[in-house]
């Protein structure tokens, strides 16, 4: 997939090579795509691509195997029309997917999505005052019974925790670049746009350990994802290479060296597959930045 400036977004076939078509965005809604996420669900006959771009629209693809584009499903300009920085979402059943949103002018939105009746419905909407310089750069959803919604915030280290859009409590973490949670353990691993990735304790803040790479040249922010079922962490770097760290010890299992230079900003890790004790094909995906 790929991001080509303000005319929406391009899709291949990676098993043919071949380009997927996607509909043209209307001239009103034509801005710099800024996040994108693919919604994946169970026995549904149809993938979702969802993106937001710099001029706050929301944007919904659907595509079926049997068909040869992807069409629009729906799209909304959404908040006060601020950049889309953030989204993540979860399979909620019955047809329905939990979509959370963050953008530029500090708002953070909750949405369901009825993939069969193509419908978007707003759950609830939060926006940080002026007072505090607390942009919404990552999402995460807890997992948790009460269904907490973590914002990590650009700038100032701040982890909000929503419920039901009230917010809860805010907690200082040094965060100014990506986050990731893994719920199972009940940690989160947050870029330090410095020497690597910082792991804490979600429910108590406490610190944990520093995953260290080599001293930036440049402070890109850096991808950063668990792996192996939160037993690893996967965090890229401003030199070109991917890291892969033993979540107990800290230690480097394996680099990877994507490129010579340049920044690794955003990194997905594919499943542990159960009958492998070792990555199978864990594979970090990642887009470099070139300077």
């Known amino acids: 997939m790929y991001c080509p400036g303000t005319d929406g977004v391009k899709v291949w076939n990676l098993s043919t090579g071949k380009e997927i078509p996607t509909p043209q965005q209307p001239l009103q809604e034509r801005g710099q795509v800024s996040c994108v996420y693919w919604i994946t669900r169970r026995n549904e006959p149809f993938d979702t691509l969802c993106y937001g771009n710099a001029l706050g629209y929301l944007v919904f693809l659907q595509h079926r195997p049997t068909e040869q584009q992807f069409e629009s499903v729906c799209s909304a300009c959404i908040a006060q029309g601020g950049e889309i920085l953030s989204m993540t979402a979860e399979d909620l059943g019955g047809g329905s997917t939990r979509i959370a949103t963050g953008t530029r002018d500090k708002c953070v939105q909750v949405w369901t999505l009825d993939s069969s009746a193509r419908k978007l419905l707003s759950v609830h909407s939060s926006a940080f005052s002026q007072e505090k310089d607390i942009i919404p750069k990552s999402l995460a959803f807890d997992g948790n019974e009460s269904k907490d919604l973590c914002v990590f915030g650009l700038y100032n280290g701040g982890l909000c925790t929503f419920e039901t859009g009230r917010m809860l409590h805010v907690t200082d973490f040094l965060c100014r670049g990506n986050a990731a949670i893994n719920s199972n353990h009940r940690l989160c691993v947050i870029d330090n746009v410095g020497n690597g ?84 094909d864990a594979e970090a995906r990642s887009t470099t930045a070139k300077t």
């Open 197 to 280: 990735f910082d792991l804490y304790k979600l429910d108590t803040s406490n610190f944990v350990r520093t995953f260290v790479t080599k001293e930036p040249i440049k402070t890109y922010p850096k991808g950063v994802a668990f792996a192996h079922r939160g037993h690893a962490v996967v965090g890229g770097s401003d030199h070109g290479c991917v890291y892969i760290f033993d979540r107990r010890s800290g230690n480097v299992l394996h680099m990877l060296k994507h490129a010579q230079d340049g920044g690794v900003q955003t990194i997905a890790v594919c499943k542990y597959v159960p009958e492998y004790h070792k990555f199978a």
